[in-house]
């Protein structure tokens, strides 16, 4: 996202015939108080103004913060709370030792031993009890899920066997935006509820890029508020990112509250893509050849078979009474296979069969099995269940978050 610059607000107030004589950016109310007053209450437990400050100091450092630095901060040291008081009612804890040994593990993630990474964190203004602080509540959290979560998760070997599948091979998605940043003074709050109806009311895209031509405080305003490049969808923050992944050409997402201003965004264009070389794709199937081509015995046979099998192990009965050859598991890749089975072979999920050609008075009969990519290093089926366990515990681990977050009290200052 571009980040409007002060000189908007001038153009802003001239747009809506508001005349000032000195535009400033006000403090954020949290600078004006005590470092040590409440920013927000869960449940029994206090998140200081010093907390959000520190964590967003640290999330600074580390690179890992949202466009909503306070935001998200706040979410984060919320996350951490719940999960301290759901360790507390399961009597769970963290001795010295083992926060001593998460933030070495931490810190070698940047090739930096434990005292050099407390160090470097401390010169950049992150004290020490916060890094502690957040190595805790990560080490109670693991010891939760991992005592409670792994025994409601199950992978099956079909699930490792789907997740090779090149249909598993999760896509890039990209977006073409404009944007509209509008202030959220209270000086101009009247104008912006007026304008906030317009942009909510424009049914194109040119119509939202007049109006962030006349409004928008953001230095796209005289694009229309339109971004050139394509935006990944994945380098979004959370909100946005979500509902553009779920959104449509045209659609105008907002109000959002983003860098301390009322922004709207219009998906312009969407475009989906699985880089998947070609060269690369190899493919498991079974051949069966019924004597009789396209006889209508033989196409109620190929009914019974949609109906019945699964899976390339179920369609060996299928072959009886048929000579040994009749029934062939091929494994190649897809530029290596006859160019009439890859042509009704491409039209094939996992599973599926076709039986649209024959050859030599045969009816050929054609089941996908897999449909992998190629690698050097190809992971066994055991380490692809663990990842596939890592991940489903992770998934879980996160709606129970969600969960305990929705069931706390919280109180904002």
């Known amino acids: 996202m571009r980040f409007f610059q002060t000189s908007a607000f001038s153009r802003f107030a001239l747009a809506t015939g508001i005349v000032l004589g000195l535009v400033c950016a006000s403090l954020p109310m949290a600078q004006a108080q005590s470092p040590f007053s409440p920013a927000r209450k869960v449940n029994d437990r206090v998140i200081s103004q010093y907390d959000v400050q520190q964590r967003m100091r640290f999330l600074e450092v580390l690179n890992s913060g949202g466009a909503d630095l306070r935001a998200d901060a706040l979410q984060r040291l919320t996350d951490e709370a719940v999960q301290r008081d759901y360790a507390q009612r399961r009597n769970v804890r ?52 991992g005592a409670e979560l792994p025994i409601l998760v199950a992978v099956s070997g079909s699930d490792a066997a789907r997740a090779r599948d090149t249909a598993a091979i999760v896509g890039t998605q990209r977006a073409l935006l404009s944007e509209i940043f ?19 009311s424009a049914r194109s895209i040119e119509e939202f890029a007049q109006i962030a031509r006349e409004f928008s405080l953001a230095g796209s305003r005289d694009q229309g508020g339109r971004l050139p490049d394509w935006v990944p969808v994945e380098n979004l923050p959370g909100q946005l990112g979500a509902l553009v992944r779920e959104g449509r050409a ?31 794709v190899k493919l498991t199937y079974q051949r069966l050849l019924l004597p009789g081509g ?95 366990f890592e991940e489903r515990l992770s998934a879980m681990a996160d709606v129970k978050l969600q969960e305990l977050v929705a069931d706390a009290e919280i109180i904002d200052y």
């Open 294 to 388: 396209r006889s209508e015995a033989n196409l109620a046979r190929v009914a019974q078979m949609r109906a019945q099998v699964t899976n390339c192990a179920s369609l060996g009965p299928f072959a009886r009474g048929l000579p040994e050859a009749a029934l062939v598991e091929h494994e190649a890749l897809m530029q290596s296979i006859p160019q009439s089975d890859a042509v009704e072979l491409a039209r094939l999920d996992r599973g599926e069969i076709s039986a649209n050609t024959t050859e030599g008075g045969n009816l050929v009969v054609l089941m996908l099995c897999a449909r992998e990519l190629e690698f050097e290093d190809r992971p066994s089926d055991s380490r692809l269940r663990d990842m596939i």
């Open 94 to 145: 963290v001795n010295r030792d083992e926060i001593n040994d998460g933030i070495t593990e931490f810190a070698s993630r940047a090739e930096m031993t434990a005292a050099e990474f407390i160090a470097a964190l401390g010169e950049a203004g992150v004290d020490r009890e916060t890094i502690v602080s957040f190595v805790e509540a990560g080490l109670l959290w693991r010891k939760l899920v």
């Open 250 to 280: 045209g659609q105008i997402i907002g109000p959002l509250e983003l860098s301390g201003a009322i922004a709207y965004f219009q998906i312009r264009a969407l475009d989906s893509q699985r880089d998947i070389p070609a060269d690369r």
């Open 182 to 200: 509008l202030p959220m003074d209270p000086e101009f709050a009247e104008a912006v509820q007026q304008i906030m109806g317009m942009i909510e």
